[in-house]
């Protein structure tokens, strides 16, 4: 009897062994086939690659002004701190109205037209928006990324290269 009482904890113990493997095993597949950053980094490199053409054409520092249509306060600071971290180290100072941020973050604003800056990159999904706003600004269109970026810039002041904005 005590022959069998020994098999079978050895078994029993084996049996533990297995499903412990098992179970570290399924878990480091899950951590290789899922990464949580995953999305989150394709979306950072979709903007890298969206953004990157306006680059040449911002100053190296400084402020830079950052407009949108985007009513959805979520959507408006994900599209303004992935600029941000895209055009770091500028800083990207919002021109005109932004949504309430609930969470109550510091985001730098241009209170009024003496302050803001004269290049503004605007990222609106509604084109009659961006008209409205251009024209209320007295704002060049620079360039042109896709069917909603743009690079702005305030009719008569200069650019970082010192020319004047016409």
Do not use: K, W
Not at 7 to 32: K, N, V
Not at 55 to 78: E, K
């Amino acid at each position: 009897m005590r022959i069998d009482r020994q098999r079978l904890q050895t078994a029993g113990l084996l049996i533990a062994l297995l499903f412990l493997a098992l179970s570290s095993l399924r878990s480091l597949q899950q951590m290789i086939v899922h990464s949580p950053n995953g999305p989150f980094s394709d979306e950072i490199a979709l903007y890298e690659r969206r953004a990157a053409p306006l680059r040449a054409l911002l100053p190296a520092s400084g402020p830079v002004g950052y407009m949108s249509d985007r009513d959805d306060t979520s959507d408006f600071f994900r599209g303004y701190y992935m600029l941000r971290y895209v055009y770091a180290p500028l800083s990207l100072v919002v021109v005109g109205d932004m949504p309430y941020d609930t969470h109550g973050s510091y985001v730098p604003t241009a209170s009024d037209t003496a302050a803001t800056p004269a290049l503004i990159v605007g990222d609106f999904h509604d084109r009659q928006r961006m008209e409205a706003r251009r024209a209320s600004l007295d704002l060049v269109v620079v360039a042109q990324v896709d069917d909603a970026l743009f690079l702005l810039c305030r009719r008569g002041a200069r650019d970082p290269q010192g020319a004047i904005c016409r």
